[in-house]
């Protein structure tokens, strides 16, 4: 064999072998392609999952203050006018307890109304639940807005609703607080929001104590959206929840 034709075999020796490797590359590009765009179903997937749970749980709390309310509120309103009736009491005093019956019954068809909720504002949802607060007064309770409002996921806007709900909710049933104060901060880059109360609190630098109340819930939530969650609370002084958003 000629030094020609043993150059010539070399280099076919050598592009056969490149082009092995070529293929070898691709199909362990195209393999690990594949792992990633299942992987990334499943994250999909995932986060799916956890909005229809937070949904429902959202609508599950909103049936259970509708039932409190059905009950013990206008349950007793309408008792009230009832025995001002029977009692033959002044027909104005009946006509006021009828009219505040009539008004917990509109609000309470504003939270029933599955259209009312889709179309309402984040921040609007958040007042509802405020001047809710107020008129059936479980705390002294306020709501402030800052900067111009801007539009974000319909889907982030359900997990910082649930957030809030279950601060909300372990204020008034377990914090034994007075006040709450809402502030929502529309910023250009970012979304601040944050709830404070003055209830007895607890010691937030003790990591043990997170998991009692629930609070770890609220940081694997915001996570789901790529949100930061920050919670500081003192004895006796109160707790602080901030929500920091990047658009």
Known sequence: MGREEQTI??????LVFLCLILVVLFLIFQKRKNTLLLKQ????????QEIAKTQIEIREETFRNISWELHDNIGQLLTLAKIQLQNASDIEEVKDTLNK??????SLSKQINPDVL???????AIAQEIERFN???FINASIQI???EKKINEKTEIVFFRILQEFFSNTIKHAKASNLVVKVHYKPEELLITAKDNGQGFDSEKK??????GLNNIKNRA?????NVSIFSKPNIGTKLIITYKY
Do not use: D
Request: proline letters at 0%.
């Open 41 to 48: 179903k499943e994250i999909e997937k995932h986060f799916e």
């Open 223 to 227: 996570q789901l959206v790529n949100a």
């Open 208 to 213: 043990n104590n997170f998991s009692g109340i």
């Open 101 to 106: 019956g009539l008004t917990e019954l509109r």
């Open 146 to 148: 800052e900067g111009q």
């Open 118 to 124: 889709k179309k309402m504002k984040f921040t609007e």
């Open 9 to 14: 075999l070399v280099a076919v020796f050598t």
């Open 135 to 137: 008129r059936l007064n």
